[in-house]
């Protein structure tokens, strides 16, 4: 099957996969599928996440929950510019990359979800994106679950396993935080947020940088929260599970 068909509207392009929506499909159909607003007057909104924006679960047309994303800017760019990308930068494509570094990392049996569609439109300077996929079911990400409980030393090895072979793919996640890495029911880890991430060679330097952040993350959530089961120690397990993870050969 392809991996992907482009469909066209008045200054929007939207990248489909035909996994989940048949090529057949009507261009307005497909541009409301991003319509936010629609699924809040038919009452399909199950969850909405907070972070830089909002993150909407609902339930599509075809009765799957999916996660709809907007692409905010952040920082003082941010403040200026909210959603909108300067037209002649690639970078702002933001959504047409997340999608393709989605299929890639699918491809290559990562725990990421599965893109189904990406949206992009344009005014004569900017470009506003947006991205659908599939919901992981059952999942809570390490924010939620640490707030409430530690985390077992099988668990803490699995985070380590899952982050050290997105690394060895050459991955890098430039937001790698503990609200990005999600358990579902069966205490599988998953990996979410790619935006801005690329495929490139993961040196020591990259490596570093996104082991540290992860520590900040940790560490930002156990001074703003009263109770917040991680500590250090559980940080020295995590590194070298990681390590491992990263020079294994599989
Ligand atoms: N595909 C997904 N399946 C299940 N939950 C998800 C999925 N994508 C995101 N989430 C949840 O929504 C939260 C916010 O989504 P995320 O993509 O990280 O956006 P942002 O950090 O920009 O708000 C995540 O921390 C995670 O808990
Ligand atoms: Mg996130």
């Given at each position: 099957?392809?991996?992907?068909?482009?469909?066209?509207?008045?200054?929007?392009?939207?990248?489909?996969?035909?996994?989940?929506?048949?090529?057949?499909?009507?261009?307005?159909?497909?541009?409301?599928?991003?319509?936010?607003?629609?699924?809040?007057?038919?009452?399909?909104?199950?969850?909405?996440?907070?972070?830089?924006?909002?993150?909407?679960?609902?339930?599509?047309?075809?009765?799957?929950?999916?996660?709809?994303?907007?692409?905010?800017?952040?920082?003082?760019?941010?403040?200026?510019?909210?959603?909108?990308?300067?037209?002649?930068?690639?970078?702002?494509?933001?959504?047409?990359?997340?999608?393709?570094?989605?299929?890639?990392?699918?491809?290559?049996?990562?725990?990421?979800?599965?893109?189904?569609?990406?949206?992009?439109?344009?005014?004569?300077?900017?470009?506003?994106?947006?991205?659908?996929?599939?919901?992981?079911?059952?999942?809570?990400?390490?924010?939620?679950?640490l707030s409430a409980r530690r985390l077992t030393d099988e668990e803490i090895a699995k985070i380590g396993d899952a982050v050290g072979k997105l690394f060895k793919a050459?991955?890098?996640?430039?937001?790698?935080?503990?609200?990005?890495?999600?358990?579902?029911?069966?205490?599988?880890?998953?990996?979410?947020?790619?935006?801005?991430?690329?495929?490139?060679?993961?040196?020591?330097?990259?490596?570093?940088?996104?082991?540290?952040?992860?520590?900040?993350?940790?560490?930002?959530?156990?001074?703003?929260?009263?109770?917040?089961?991680?500590?250090?120690?559980?940080?020295?397990?995590?590194?070298?599970?990681?390590?491992?993870?990263?020079?294994?050969?599989?």
């Amino acid at each position: 099957m392809k991996e992907k068909f482009i469909v066209k509207k008045k200054g929007i392009s939207i990248v489909v996969n035909p996994e989940f929506i048949p090529e057949t499909t009507e261009v307005e159909k497909i541009i409301e599928y991003f319509d936010v607003n629609e699924y809040k007057v038919n009452a399909k909104v199950l969850d909405v996440h907070y972070g830089r924006g909002k993150t909407y679960l609902v339930q599509d047309p075809y009765n799957r929950r999916v996660i709809i994303r907007h692409y905010w800017r952040g920082g003082l760019i941010g403040k200026v510019l909210g959603d909108k990308f300067l037209s002649f930068f690639g970078s702002s494509h933001r959504a047409f990359r997340e999608y393709d570094l989605l299929q890639t990392m699918k491809k290559m049996g990562l725990p990421v979800p599965k893109p189904i569609a990406a949206k992009e439109e344009r005014s004569l300077f900017f470009i506003r994106n947006d991205i659908v996929m599939m919901e992981i079911p059952g999942t809570k990400n390490l924010g939620e679950i640490l707030s409430a409980r530690r985390l077992t030393d099988e668990e803490i090895a699995k985070i380590g396993d899952a982050v050290g072979k997105l690394f060895k793919a050459g991955i890098y996640h430039s937001d790698l935080n503990i609200n990005n890495i999600l358990f579902d029911g069966a205490d599988n880890v998953w990996i979410v947020d790619f935006d801005k991430c690329v495929q490139r060679t993961i040196g020591k330097k990259q490596y570093h940088e996104m082991v540290n952040r992860l520590k900040r993350s940790f560490d930002k959530f156990k001074e703003e929260r009263n109770n917040f089961y991680w500590s250090e120690y559980d940080f020295s397990k995590l590194l070298p599970a990681i390590k491992s993870s990263y020079e294994k050969n599989y």
